[in-house]
């Protein structure tokens, strides 16, 4: 317990770091004569889009005309004009161009349109390196308190991390896998608590939350290769049988069409396949539902002050209620994909049992 | 659309920062805590393993108390039977002894009584001819010149009584 305190105070001091590293940029826009503001209050696709999509910079709040947001890296490397490094508070928002490059619709292009690519510190990488902040300190300092409470009771944020770890070895890894579970257990708890922590944080509707990383595209692509991956490489002979020579079915599904082969080597792919959808489907829906019912208030509010207000008492009653419900599905949609890859890992090990 | 189009850069960092918090986490956090777990957990099977141990001692030493106890028992009552055949074996011997004794001391006595009369009788035979014998002088003192002769009369008279 009593390195808590100071953990905190560590943690803290992180965040304003990273705040004072990237500065809050302030961005003066003249609300009147700016059409793209007046149509903005209105479009509340684009709001929500906005909302669960990248950016360059992690929008806080427009206060009177006033964008303010902490503005992110951006690094770009072209074939032909080299690495370039600045923040994205030199676009001003979309309004500037800079070494050639313009901000157009939350997307960098360049201007002479020239081949680059884009390897930015965007909104989402800057919420995973800060989920990865927060997992390394909880988890080192649980660590640390193994160490140092070895043979007696857990205490501390141990007494927290304790039972989770042993849910994931003892309700997905060793069920789903068998004996041979301890190998893949650094993946299933990185995993599970990668996507619960950006699960959760991404609830928190200010900075540093509020990144849709969970429910990014990209991101779930790239743990589902992971899982995929790490399948294949730790396969057996019997996996292989299973796929092209199925056992149980009839010749002929296997013979001379190839049925059976073709099936199997597609549920190879769509496995993780369905692994990348579920998980960012259920969290930006999440989002978006929580989003529409916050919007709603001002939807009706544009049309009459007073049935704003009156739909803002139903609206945060829903989205309250909605937020409960994505703390659980917080939880749910890290517990399936961490399951589902152990099963996934149980299954390239098939025993002949045929 | 551009909701479901993977972002270059992002896979990038993703992989990137994914394999970067595997690694760190694997050695300083996942290592430590599923050891510290498994020795936890070892050590609490250790324990009851060895309560169970000591209960079994337990269960055993009692089984051995009670073991003794019944042994003891059995001994008991072994020497109490052996007391109780002995002492009714030792009634039974001075029984018969006492009996033996009286019954000769019956003998015995029988046989005094029998040479005890036996002997009063002679001396009563005497004293009754002497006694007779007298009454007979004083009564025919002067009848009888001849003692010799009477005395020899009494004597067959005194044979044909006969005294029971």
């Known amino acids: ?354 | 659309m551009e909701l479901v189009t993977p972002d270059i850069g992002l896979i990038f960092w993703m992989t990137l920062s994914f394999l970067i918090v595997l690694a760190i986490l694997k050695k300083f956090a996942w290592k430590p805590i599923l050891q510290g777990l498994k020795d936890r957990e070892d050590s609490i099977k250790e324990s009851l393993s060895s309560a169970e141990k000591a209960r079994e001692e337990m269960a055993k030493l009692k089984s051995d108390n009670e073991k003794l106890l019944a042994e003891a028992r059995l001994e008991r009552d072994k020497i109490i039977k052996e007391a109780l055949a002995t002492a009714s074996s030792l009634k039974e011997e001075a029984k018969e002894d006492a009996s033996k004794i009286s019954g000769k001391m019956i003998e015995d006595a029988r046989n005094v009584i029998t040479s005890e009369k036996q002997a009063a009788l002679a001396e009563m035979k005497q004293e009754v001819a002497r006694l007779s014998l007298e009454i007979a002088e004083k009564l025919m003192r002067t009848n009888l010149s001849d003692d010799q002769s009477q005395r020899a009369l009494v004597d067959r008279f005194i044979n044909e009584v006969k005294v029971n």
């Open chain 1, 1 to 354: 317990m009593q390195n808590l305190p100071g953990a905190h105070h560590q943690f803290y001091k992180c965040i304003l770091l990273i705040i004072f590293t990237f500065g809050l940029s302030i961005d003066s826009v003249n609300a009147a004569s700016d059409p793209e503001t007046k149509s903005e209050e209105l479009n509340v696709g684009e709001l929500i889009f906005e909302h669960v999509l990248d950016a360059h910079d992690w929008h806080i709040l427009t206060w009177q005309g006033h964008h303010i947001s902490v503005p992110l890296p951006v690094i770009l490397y072209s074939p032909q004009k080299g690495l370039d490094i600045f923040m994205s508070s030199k676009f001003h928002h979309g309004h500037d161009s800079y070494q050639g490059y313009k901000l157009e619709e939350g997307h960098i292009v360049s201007e002479d349109g020239s081949e680059f690519y884009d390897l930015s510190i965007t909104k989402t990488v800057a919420a995973i390196i800060i989920s990865i902040i927060l997992l390394c300190w909880i988890f080192i300092a649980a660590a640390k308190s193994f160490t140092t409470n070895r043979g007696k009771a857990p205490s501390g944020i141990q007494s927290v991390i304790e039972p989770l770890v042993i849910f994931v070895r003892d309700d997905i890894a060793k069920p789903s896998i068998g004996k041979d579970y301890v190998r893949y257990m650094p993946f299933l708890l990185t995993v599970f608590f990668f996507i619960w922590i950006n699960n959760m944080l991404g609830l928190i509707p200010i900075f540093p939350g509020g990144a849709n990383v969970t429910g990014n595209i990209a991101i779930t692509m790239v743990l589902a290769v992971f899982t995929f991956v790490i399948t294949t490489i730790n396969t057996n002979k019997g996996y292989w049988v299973h796929i092209f020579n199925t056992p149980g079915v009839p010749w002929w599904l296997k013979f001379p069409v190839p049925l059976m082969p073709i099936i199997e080597i597609f549920g190879v792919f769509s496995k993780p396949f369905v692994l990348m959808l579920r998980l960012f489907a259920n969290i930006t829906a999440g989002h978006m539902i929580i989003l529409v019912f916050v919007s709603m208030i001002f939807i009706f509010g544009s049309m009459n002050v007073w049935a704003g207000y009156g739909t803002s008492v139903v609206s945060m009653l829903f989205s309250a209620a909605l937020t409960l419900l994505e703390i659980l599905v917080a939880f749910l949609q890290a517990y399936v994909f961490t399951l589902l890859s152990a099963i996934y890992f149980g299954m390239a090990k098939v025993e002949d049992h045929h």
